[in-house]
């Protein structure tokens, strides 16, 4: 039997900015509406389950991750060969062994000395590098789940740090730590907040050359919009809004020498503030990546009280939610590497050390600039 054929009289037709030349050229452009699709934003604000189940692959992710960190360090440090090549491989194995894993989430960047100085590099046969003992070591790499997905980046070093490597790590942590703890009232956009990722950089003539924040999908796409943390003005961006998950990933890069980055997934949430001025909701991050970092690349003395204490609970954390599953598990090397690293932060004074205008005076002028900003906006 012949279907019969529908006529439809349509007057628009939506489109969005992103959609490829094929699809664009094929809409007539008197019904053609070009607009960014609502659908973004419905995904990127995650529900109930899809929080609980970032959260919790997340925490089997740092699993694999920290076991096979272990296990990596001690062999290196035990003159065993290793490639940026042969680690990726291995890495991938510790994910797939976890609950749920469905692959990688995208191409690991493993990349040792001076192959860490470029952004997004791609380990290949005629490229790689030894992972020794005298090198930073950099690796990004991120799982899909069914619960979920991953992207995180630590960088390491199993012998003994320059001092420049040490600083250019410290300063990368700060930026981290100070974006971390940031509160903003809602409707003020990613944007408004890079700074303070790049302040302790700035303040010492240096930056880097991408983004501090994407957007992380839930078992989707490893970048996904609307939002982002990255300066300068884009169309299509929308606020930072409660359940949404970003990356927090500031870092450094010495060409020819070496890289640095660090990626925490956040996820936007409630802020508990002491008022609520003009009756706005506020909103902070809740930190979704459980992997310590590292003390020998830390110079304590540049931090500040409140990045020490960050720290010191965020290393708990760590050995609270993925501790306790590493030792359920018998995974007693990967529990003495997060319980060292955790031990290692509960030592350390809260008492500041570095002089507060060397960091805090420039983010407390950076975080009112944005604010007035924001107000600026809100008025006209």
């Known amino acids: 039997m012949a279907m019969e054929q529908t006529v439809i ?13 094929a699809v664009y050229s094929s809409v007539n452009e008197s019904v053609a509406t070009v607009d960014s699709s609502p659908i973004l934003l419905l995904k990127a604000v995650k529900n109930d389950v899809e929080r609980e189940g970032m959260r919790e692959c997340h925490i089997r992710d740092a699993m694999a ?3 096979f960190m272990a296990m990596l360090e001690k062999s290196v440090k035990a003159g065993n060969p290793w490639d940026e090549i042969s680690a990726s491989d291995s890495l ?8 749920y894993n469905k692959g990688l989430s995208f191409e690991t960047i493993s990349g040792a000395g001076p192959n860490g100085a470029v952004i997004h590099y791609a380990a290949r046969e005629n490229t790689k590098r030894n992972i020794t003992t005298n090198e930073m070591y950099l690796l990004d790499s991120g799982g899909q789940y069914l619960d979920g997905t991953t992207d995180v980046t630590r960088t390491f070093h199993f012998g003994t740090p320059t001092d420049m490597e040490k600083e250019a790590y410290t300063r990368v942590l700060m930026g981290s730590i100070d974006l971390a703890m940031v509160v903003w009232p809602e409707g003020v956009y990613g944007r408004d907040i890079d700074a303070i990722a790049r302040s302790p950089l700035w303040s010492n003539g240096w930056d880097y050359r991408h983004g501090t924040g994407h957007g992380i999908g839930a078992f989707l796409s490893v970048h996904e919009g609307p939002a982002l943390v990255s300066y300068g003005y884009r169309e299509s961006e929308q606020p930072l809004y409660d359940g949404m998950f970003l990356s927090d990933e500031p870092g450094y890069y010495e060409d020819g020498k070496f890289g640095v980055r660090l990626e925490t997934i956040v996820m936007v949430t409630k802020a508990n503030t002491k008022y609520k001025f003009g009756n706005k909701t506020y909103l902070t991050w809740e930190p979704i990546t459980l992997v310590p970092f590292e003390p020998t690349l830390i110079k ?5 009280s409140k990045q020490l204490t960050w720290l010191k609970n965020y290393h708990k954390l760590c050995l609270d939610r993925v501790g306790g599953r590493l030792k359920s598990a018998n995974r007693n090397d990967a529990y003495a590497w997060i319980e060292t690293r955790y031990n290692w932060s509960q030592g350390l004074s809260t008492e500041p050390t570095a002089k507060p205008c060397s960091t805090s ?4 002028s950076i975080i009112n600039l944005s604010i007035l900003v924001v107000c600026l906006m809100s008025y006209f």
């Open 361 to 364: 005076t420039g983010t407390r």
């Open 65 to 67: 991750l920290i076991e």
């Open 92 to 99: 991938e194995e510790y994910r797939r062994a976890q609950l």
């Open 300 to 304: 304590t003395e540049l931090l500040t």
């Open 9 to 21: 009289n349509v007057t628009k037709i939506w489109i969005s900015p992103h959609s490829s030349y």
